[in-house]
């Protein structure tokens, strides 16, 4: 069995029997996604849900929302063969760490649980909230996950450096 | 100056969150008319049936891409001139030479602030009240 562990920021997309894709999970949330028809399945890790609207938000810090994490995941599943319409979806994490840092955890939950309501993705295994990490093992070509508890979280990563500016020099405006 | 409550908007993106996001944005920066549809033909349709001033679309989409959304767009003798700003991946930069050569009024990579879409709308309509 090949494994491939990701860590927050990251996605893995697979579409072979055989692999098992695997992360730890504080207050972040891993969302599952699997294709049982085209067998493609993707799992991503990410810090916070969406931006408040009334909180500016530097543009190179907007990767690290679940709004354009689950837009690369399902971007990068099509690619694979996936169709949106036959995904579904487990979700893991949010769990709030530490008492008093804040409502992140139990946010991001929220914006896991919105997310696939909005789009209208079945859910299957959910273990979102609590206060304990988790280890998420997804076997991306079955569709199963499942979720252990695990004594410690891994550290939030620091925000990334700035990217490049996008687009180089395409200057058109 | 104009008011965006006075710019009729239609936002299109197959995905139901990001669309979402977009609409709120809008709404914050004082558009009033928003509408949003899943689908490059849906949203022609659309607007071919009620026209707006503004098209923010993906690329990113299966069926009718962003490109050829605006291929139609400017196709179209009724709804040609019609202000289209795309939404695409930051690779996409073929992508964006061809939007441009089509004539796309703007251009926004994702992952993008709410802020910088204020900015680019600006940059085609002026600064808004």
Redesign the interface.
Known sequence: MKRISIVQGEQAVVSEPNVVVSTVLGSCVAVCLQDPVARVGGMNHFLLG??S?DR????A???R?G??A??LL??EM?KHGAS?ERLRAHLYGGATMIAGLGPIGRENAAFAR??VE???IPVGHVDLGGDHARRVEFLPYDGRARSRQVANAPPVAPPRPA?RP???D?E?? | MPAASAIKVMVVD?????R??IR??LQ?FGFKDVRDKPSGPEALAAVRADRVHLIISDF?M?EMDGIQLLEQVRGDPVIGKTVFIMLT??S??EI??KA?ALGV???L????????LKEKIE?VFGELT
């Open positions: 969406e931006p609207p500016p938000v530097p543009a810090n907007m990767v929302y709004v354009h689950m837009e399902i971007n099509m949106r919105r997310f909005t789009e209208g990217p996008p687009l180089g395409v058109l405006f | 197959d995905q139901a969150s990001m979402a996001m709120r944005a914050d990113n299966p991946g930051s996409d930069r964006v030479q441009a009024n703007n251009y990579v994702k992952p993008f602030a709410p802020a910088v940059r």
